[in-house]
């Protein structure tokens, strides 16, 4: 009898989303559990203990190592210094200004920022290219 194992639990529901869409792109069947708790009662994750990624016990060892190899492939968040970036409403890798910034953001553009917002809270804005996803930080000093 095939039994559920729990391999990761996420306190933000969109840190699961990423990693769930890999492991079902490579065939893994997933299950979320206290997934719909977190969303409602986000505040409330921590007490639920997150949402679990779970995933059949046979898959256990391919998922991990499916798990491993996308924490290599999440784009680093590139931090400038004001002097290396003169004009920034555009991308500093390809030059589109079509640009989004953490400042003024409503709910939906957040989410990528949702992903490395609250690791250094002493830089600036942080933006986000959407022509080549790229996404940096310029720092305030
Ligand atoms: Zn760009």
Redesign the pocket.
Known sequence: MEQLITIKTYTYPHEVYVERGKLESEGIETFLKDETTVQVYNFYSNAVGGIKLQVFSEDVNRALAILDSVKETVPKLVVFSKKEIENTSV?P????DN?GKKKNANWLTLIPYLLVGFILPVYGKSYL?F????RWRIKLF
Do not use: A, M
């Open positions: 991308c890798f390809c030059g589109s640009i290219c022509d080549c996803d790229k």
